[in-house]
């Protein structure tokens, strides 16, 4: 009883403290070849102009597809996809670079960019949430891509996306919160499992011996 008091005050302390909920953040690629924000990433891809950055001045903006992970190569069938949707579309509806760059064939490639940072947190009761009771978790962050035509070393053409702003808010409910936990221990020790009550088996006392249950109807 004593235990159980003392559970409850400690839970009870700890409702407040919203602090102590575990917290995540990801980012694709590294320190050195990512970017930190949303508008760092913006600000780079400004620099590029069109028919007169190449490759080389590319990598002072942390754009460099042997060592950022964020970029990869796209194939000539890849950005035929991309700009040819349908058969309405010809090559004299695509803009000047794109259409350079498909007659270029092989001596063009495209530079498809993609970086996502999110940081994970959870708010709320660390009580209810310790317990699995009530959880709720906020996401915010920064999603940019880019598109890159570079045709002998030199880039024809870009395109540039993305969402500036991520905020998502998850949350869950269990009203049993740690006694569906408990009662998922108790019949792993009794040999049932979940898998085993759908599909009518239920665990028997010696290890190995299967028991086959019969449903019974009941009419009312």
Known sequence: MKGLVFLLASLGALGGCSSLLPKSQETAGDATNAWQSYQEAEEALNRIVPGKTTVAELRGLRLDLRTNPNITRMQRYEIMQMFMVNKTV??????????????????????????????????????????????ETHTSGWHFTALLLIKDGVVLYKLTGGQPRIHEIA??????????????????????????????ISGGGNAGHVEATTAVGIRR
């Open 171 to 200: 949350q869950s409910e269990d009203a049993l919160g740690p006694l569906g936990a408990i009662g998922s221990k108790l019949n792993g020790i009794n040999g049932i499992s979940v898998t085993d009550v759908r599909n009518g």
């Open 90 to 135: 010809t090559t004299n509806d695509l803009d000047d670079g794109v259409r350079e760059c498909l007659a270029a064939e092989t001596r063009c490639t495209g530079w498809r960019i993609d970086q996502t940072a999110t940081q994970k947190k959870r708010n709320g009761n660390a009580a209810l949430d310790l317990m699995r009771m009530r959880r």
